[in-house]
């Protein structure tokens, strides 16, 4: 079972640069996001979308974009790298964004900014 | 403003005795509390979760209890073992609008169960 599937694992950019980790699930849910995990801060909602072409900023989504052309699909694109934007990145989906609906992660996105 | 807080950054505990690990919200809108699990180099998965209109709820050895006069959760393991080592996320769930509901995370509580 694939699930939530991540690429890369592990990237280093250089300040200024651009790139996009993608994002995909085969579980047919509407609901996908991106957060972001830094050292004693828990996650943070990056962005989400509840559906194929609905997308909507969460909490930190300032120097990030993200499109949602098909439902499997949820790309998120660094327009300009940063060394504060060195962290963990996970994309996580769940059914639908109904209370008590089990959200799904990824295994993770390892990004350094030089 | 931190509206999940999980207070303890760390906890060791002694394989077969109890983990208890807390949690505190501000906003009386959450209605609904999760926790995840996550190993390091791993995503969270989920562990149990609670509807603010119960105020226990149980899978196994995994218990939660909420207290929603108190603004407090806590996640119970008993009896603990190695394998639980792990971070504990506390999350809680609010209406967004639009249909959409969010979750809101804690920072994380790190538990180290001792063979």
């Known amino acids: 079972n694939a699930g939530v599937t991540q690429t890369p694992k592990f990237q280093v950019l250089k300040t200024g640069q651009s790139m996009t980790l993608q994002c995909a699930q085969d579980?047919?849910?509407?609901?996908m996001s991106w957060y972001r995990q830094d050292p004693g801060m828990g996650l943070r909602l990056i962005h989400y979308?509840?559906?194929?072409?609905?997308?909507d900023q969460g909490e930190v989504p300032n120097g990030y974009n993200v499109s949602r052309s098909t439902t499997e699909d949820f790309p998120l694109r660094l327009l300009s790298a940063a060394p504060s934007q060195t962290s963990v990145y996970f994309c996580?989906?769940?059914?639908?964004?109904?209370?008590?609906?089990?959200?799904?992660f990824g295994e993770g996105s390892w990004l350094t900014v030089v | 403003d931190q509206q999940v807080k999980q207070n303890s950054p760390s906890l060791s505990v002694q394989e077969g005795r109890i983990s208890i690990l807390n949690c505190d919200y501000t906003?009386?809108?959450?209605?609904?509390f999760l926790w995840y699990k996550k190993y390091p180099a791993e995503g969270p998965t989920f562990l149990i979760s609670?509807?603010?209109?119960?105020d226990k709820n149980e899978d196994g050895r995994f218990t939660v209890f909420l207290n929603k006069s108190a603004k407090h959760l806590s996640l119970h393991i008993v009896p603990s073992q190695p394998g639980d080592s792990a971070v504990y996320f506390c999350?809680?769930?609010?209406?967004?609008?639009?249909?959409?509901?969010?979750?809101?995370f804690g920072k994380g509580t790190k538990l180290s169960v001792i063979p």
């Open positions: 996580a989906s769940s059914y639908s964004t109904g209370v008590g609906n089990t959200i799904y």
């Open positions: 579980m047919n849910h509407e609901y």
């Open positions: 979308s509840v559906g194929a072409g609905i997308t």
């Open positions: 906003n009386s809108m959450f209605d609904y």
């Open positions: 609670i509807s603010s209109i119960k």
């Open positions: 999350a809680a769930s609010v209406y967004s609008g639009a249909g959409s509901y969010q979750l809101t």
